[in-house]
DNA sequence: GTGAAAGCGCTAACAA
DNA sequence: TTGTTAGCGCTTTCAC
């Protein structure tokens, strides 16, 4: 039990009888001390079980060797699988990383970003709601914070100036559609969760767009379902009511699509044989799932990794290299496939919201 | 475009023709300060843009308003639910936290805990591999620094010292099987992840081997898997054909109980039909898998969040509230239930080490 | 009600 | 090769 200080440079210093100059240059193995002082420091260190406070190494070298990371949610698979390559990378480099949530709210992006600045971390890396029109991106282009992007992708206008690493979200969507229509669906319609707090949805949903226009197909606007929603039955039999010809749908999210798996099954509709669910992000369970989802992967944990490293080079000054993309693929996977040509009996349509 | 230091205490002091002090008074919102200089002092700091450095705070406070996070694995959904649970009440006392991984590795827990406490975080919670006999945490011990434990269950011998938070591993997983056993299940064997790696895995095998010993039944050694094992379709083949009335599967934790349902299923198994399988944690993407799992639940989220109440009384000066064991529940699910009448038909026993 | 000054632990410029 | 000293930004005595 020790409720003792722990031991500075000056502790040293007069235990070793040198100067906390020389005690410094020892700890930081610079050049131009003799052996004889170079142990006694060493030694004294060890006994005192020094442990440097990086809390004065910070303050006089006005860095902090941390970076800030914000994210929507940290539960999300999505987001979980990301911290961890920004995690790893960052203890690669001896960077430390703090940590915050805001729940898709902007008065938590503005609040934890002021947090995390206060701080002083050398650089951010965030998701934001919505990278479109953001006040808070603005502030921090304004004030030339070093930040990265994840999973946001910037507007074309501002590519120039901001740093995001991502996937393609339009063109993986759009990929997925035109599979979907590969394998012969006419009628597809399309879940996401609310634009407003995602642009990622909003991209995807341009994807969609492109795909089912270029076929010459007509499109609507998706289903918005709330994050928070974890029953989309009612949703489900309203769309299948109004447009009893869907033969597929496409989800802007993993998390949806897998509820949107089940709760098709708790219709009593088969997937894939009566409708086909195509999703985007390839989570990991995804593939364990019967039948495993058919997606879009993305690699989430490189893209975190990515983003440490394109964070490191703004810090050390390069300039922002705008929106780098890494590839996608298409999973197969065994809820989507060519539609069936006798078409399903619809379930009745009675309200779930109370579910039994 | 601002590359220019941002302000200090001494620039709004200036500027609002007041001392330092003065300001720091204001801005800490201290009694004893004029309404005139405090006006001004406000204004000058609006003026300036200016961000409280709390670098310099936290050297003069000597306290980080830090929390040290320090986990096994980001990505896992048993961990990332608990890092929301400890973001979140963290946020909520306006404390940040620094997040470290450590694979499951000594030497990285080392390492990990050693920079953590350079920073002079003002308390860890923290998973270790194993938390029976583990030397970093004898060295916290001895510090004095505060920590909370998440998950591991410390020896009962050590409960005076130390605190930590999780739910009743042994209990929980007794009262799983004893619900196999209850359901008509005689043969259930285990499937962990390695021993050497996990003590969850250990106490969850005991409450396993007290179900079995209890009822009058035989148990075996549960087979260990390692937790980069994604495909156990080898393991399985080689238990049930050496144990070819085995009805049951009992697994260690979720990711592998959904592996093992799918691979059970890739033999041409069914599940539950041919064998029940029970697994522990309950992640929130089993209860979307079809048949929903049958587990035991852990409260994820709740444990994180009650770590960082109880670290924040240790921090406070509170002494060791030893083991708080939140409860969990048993989900009935859909992948265990009475075992059929009659004996599954085994699959060929074939190598499947090169999946097609 | 206010200000001057010390000092948290550390690094680095400068002098010796 | 070594030591002295200033100072990073802040809070907090202590004196006025």
Chains 1, 2 share one sequence.
């Not at 995804?286 to 983003?307: D, E, F, K, N, Y």
Request: with cysteine; hydrophobic share 45%.
């Amino acid at each position: 039990m020790s409720t003792q200080r722990s031991a500075t440079i000056k502790d040293i210093a007069s235990r070793a009888e040198v100067s906390i100059a020389t005690v410094s240059r020892v700890l930081n193995a610079k050049a131009g001390v003799s052996d004889a002082a170079s142990e006694a420091v060493l030694a004294a260190a060890r006994q005192l079980g020094f442990r440097p406070n990086q809390l004065g190494r910070n303050l006089r070298a006005a860095r902090s060797a941390t970076l800030g990371v914000m994210l929507p949610r940290l539960g999300h698979p999505v987001f979980a699988e990301c911290l961890q390559g920004i995690e790893q990378a960052a203890r690669g480099r001896g960077l430390s990383i703090v940590v915050s949530a805001t729940d898709y709210d902007r008065a938590t992006e503005e609040a934890v970003s002021e947090q995390l600045l206060r701080q002083r971390v050398d650089g951010l890396i965030l998701t934001v709601a919505d990278a479109a029109d953001n006040p808070l991106l603005d502030k921090l282009d304004a004030e030339g914070v070093p930040y990265v992007l994840v999973f946001n992708q910037p507007l074309a206008a501002k590519a120039a100036v901001r740093s995001s690493v991502g996937v393609d979200n339009r063109a993986a969507a759009r990929e997925m559609v035109q599979q979907l229509l590969a394998w012969g669906h006419r009628e597809i319609h399309m879940l996401a969760g609310q634009f407003g707090q995602s642009d990622r949805a909003r991209q995807r949903f341009a994807g969609y767009c492109d795909a089912m226009q270029q076929a010459g197909r007509d499109w609507r606007a998706p289903l918005q379902v709330p994050f928070t929603t974890d029953d989309t039955r009612d949703v489900l039999l309203h769309l299948l009511h109004e447009r009893p010809q869907t033969t597929a749908l496409f989800c802007s999210n993993d998390q949806l699509t897998m509820t949107v798996v089940r709760d098709l099954r708790a219709l009593g509709l088969f997937v894939p044989g009566d409708i086909s669910v195509a999703g985007f992000d390839g989570v990991q369970t995804g593939a364990l799932m019967h039948p495993p989802l058919t997606t879009v992967s993305t690699p989430t944990v490189q893209i975190g990794r990515a983003a440490v490293a394109l964070l490191s080079e703004r810090i050390a000054g390069a300039a922002p290299q705008g929106a780098v993309l890494l590839p996608h693929a298409l999973v197969p996977g065994g809820t989507a496939r060519e539609p069936s040509p006798i078409p399903p009996r619809l379930p009745e349509r009675t309200s779930h919201a109370d579910p039994s």
